[in-house]
């Protein structure tokens, strides 16, 4: 498994947070004890359901598949693309639909598609013109 340090950064204390764009399943187990655990003592009686049907808030690591090779549909050969699904997740929790979003290193454009696909408007920047010509392309189609 690959891992990448990502930052998310707000100055407003009312920034959008939309917690259940950012819920992730529940283990089968979970779910069938209805989200109780068994205390330490072991007494079953003592434990508190809690519903799991919206699923859980992930702690300090969202898990996704990465980019696999070069079979990866998504893929365009830029050295530091994120996965597309990933990028959507974190734009819906943070952000409402018909809100801007700012992509200050547009790299692959990864950013702009997933506004295009959740409703989001998009400002990015890429000084490299080979990425930037990629990005028109991309998003004209």
């Not at 992730?24 to 779910?31: D, G, L, N, S, V």
């Not at 290193?105 to 696909?117: D, K, L, Q, R």
Request: with cysteine.
């Amino acid at each position: 498994m690959s891992m990448q340090a990502m930052i998310y950064a707000y100055f407003n204390p009312a920034s959008t947070w939309n917690e259940d764009e950012a819920r992730i399943p529940y283990q089968p187990a979970t779910k069938k004890l209805h989200g109780r655990l068994r205390p330490s003592a072991g007494r079953m009686k003592d434990a508190k359901p809690y519903d799991t049907s919206k699923g859980a808030l992930p702690r300090d690591v969202i898990i996704h598949p990465a980019l696999l090779g070069h079979l990866a549909r998504e893929r365009v050969g830029h050295p530091d693309q994120k996965p597309l699904g990933l990028i959507e997740k974190i734009i819906c929790t943070s952000s409402n639909p018909g809100d801007l979003v700012l992509d200050a290193f547009a790299g692959s454009g990864t950013t702009g598609i997933a506004c295009v696909n959740t409703g989001r408007d998009y400002v990015m920047f890429e000084v490299d013109p080979v990425w930037f010509d990629l990005i028109c392309r991309e998003l004209s189609s």
